[in-house]
């Protein structure tokens, strides 16, 4: 029996991620081919197949990683002192990867694709609802700290930093106007006043 | 020659157009067919063919109708005596609407449909631009009169209640929990505290 070597495994793994990831960016869940995908890792279909035996996995698999780097970005935000400044610092890097064009083509194609595929859908929903908690959890204990106002619904708060999170993917394909990059300030306005006590 | 009577015309335009809304609503631009609307409307393909010759057409009607339902909004808004208050009383109506099965599902259609069809993007894109230029007008007015912050960039603060208005249908179309009609007193948190001196 082969070993399977997991460091290679992953490296191998992030390759393909990696290579789908681009071709996604460029054409679109349903313009892309498995094909197209193992060209840009260069690698062979049967490779591939080992690895991600149909495209809804690697799909699935691409969802799952932004559960994860979500998680793990607010790990480290609970860790700071300033909970509001921590959340603000979290909207900047929201709207840094909306302002990168190749991951918010990404995410536009995954809101996309949850409306047509119902597994997707319910993967999409999972990291929402996470997000939305992880959200609320924050504010809860900022609230304690008083460094947001103890008297706002964090449930309630936390559903709209997400509309609003969504609204800004939203005018990157909607309002070639809207340049998220320089958007911080209003941004911080915004939400800012929008918390505080 | 036949002569038209504009208001029997008008009558029969509003009467397809309602029918096509229905439609579309319960099943898609793409899961309707002509023949469903004629049904809906109770006429025959020919007499729908007089009105709209392709469904394209009378997609572009919906929404064309939408931007001139907005103009005539904002025409009411800028009467009133206090534009913030008018502002915020819009946005009860955005809440009302996305909290409508029927509208929010009409809306999300035309968003789908903008990305898809490049004629429909540009109808979009208008109504959009419109929208913009009239949140921007009546921030700039309010300004003055100092009901809101006359050091806020109106352009700016009008792409941001852009983006949370796509954020309230987003919310709609991704979240069962978010229920517009009672989001009322948090929008006008987020919105009313962005907005004042």
Known sequence: MRKVDPEKHAAKRRLILDAAIACFSRKG?????????????????????????????????????????TAEIFRKLNEEADLLAALLGFMDTVLDLAGDPAYASLALEIAAESMRDERIGILAATNDAELKASLAALLREAAGRNQVDPAIDAEGAARWIAAVIDGIFSRVAVDPGFKPKEERSMMRRLLGRFLRP
Request: glycine share 8%; hydrophobic share 35%; net charge negative.
């Open 29 to 69: 869940f349903h313009g892309t081919s498995t094909a197209e995908i193992c060209a840009e890792a260069g690698m062979s279909p049967g490779n591939l197949f080992h690895y991600f035996p149909t495209k809804h996995t690697i799909i699935a698999a691409i969802v799952e990683e932004e559960r994860q780097e």
